[in-house]
């Protein structure tokens, strides 16, 4: 199968049976949406969900959290992952927010990333989903999922991953594929054991096109 011919397959499917895909983090405006996917940096996204409630009523504004203390934004996320260079990370983010950009999160991906802890997969997570902007974030299952299922090919980096995945899909559905790729990785397409068996784009998987010819040569 050509690439071009899985990409519209793939695309075509999620679009029938996933016509609405978002994120699973809680947020309410761009800040919130914002401290959330900066906490969610190797960590889920159930935890975060458990610890934003408590952060944002206590800081409800950029303002709030950049008079906050480091010690005190610390023990509120302290059950996620690297909760010390985060709590950092989201004091600096918050003085920035209220100095540099008067509280308004940027819509553009390059003054996004100069914010403390945002990088080019947090700045495309908030242009694509508070902005409506085509922009692929790569994280660990998008990246993972897009190998397996041959959409990218000997990717090495998230931003070789990006740049295989938005010359292949349409710019109107760049937004979307990275919540379909997400939530297929999250759900389906696991890490340890895909679940071949309920996933409806197999047929358009090259993994389980390898898989199927390695169990057909091994039942003869």
């Known amino acids: 199968m050509r690439k071009k011919e899985r990409f519209d ?3 075509s499917w999620f679009r029938q049976n996933m016509p609405v895909a978002e994120t699973e983090l809680h947020y309410s405006n761009p800040y919130e949406l914002l401290v959330a996917v900066i906490l969610s940096a190797q960590c889920t996204d159930k935890r975060v969900n458990m610890m934003t409630p408590f952060l944002f009523e206590k800081y409800p504004t950029a ?4 008079h906050a203390r480091q010690d005190e934004i610390f023990d509120l996320i302290r059950s996620c992952s690297y909760p010390n260079n985060k709590a950092k ?9 209220v100095e540099d ?38 994280d ?12 990218t090919t000997n990717s090495k980096t998230p931003l070789e991953t990006e740049k ?7 710019e109107e559905f760049i937004a979307t594929a990275h919540h379909w790729l997400i939530l297929h990785g999250r759900y389906v397409c696991l890490a340890r054991k895909p679940k071949c ?24």
């Open 9 to 11: 397959n793939i695309i």
């Open 140 to 151: 660990t299952h998008v990246f993972r999922v897009s190998e397996r299922i041959g959409l």
């Open 89 to 97: 990370h989201l004091l600096g983010m918050a003085k920035m927010l």
């Open 164 to 170: 295989q995945l938005v010359k292949y899909i349409p």
């Open 101 to 138: 950009f008067k509280e308004v999160v940027p819509d553009d991906i390059t003054e996004l990333q100069k914010l403390p802890g945002v990088g080019r997969k947090t700045a495309n997570v908030i242009a694509s989903v508070v902005y409506d902007k085509p922009a692929m974030a790569v």
């Open 197 to 220: 068996k309920f996933c409806g784009i197999k047929e358009f998987c090259k993994y389980y096109e390898r898989e199927e010819k390695k169990n057909l040569k091994a039942s003869r």
């Open 63 to 66: 303002f709030d959290l950049s």
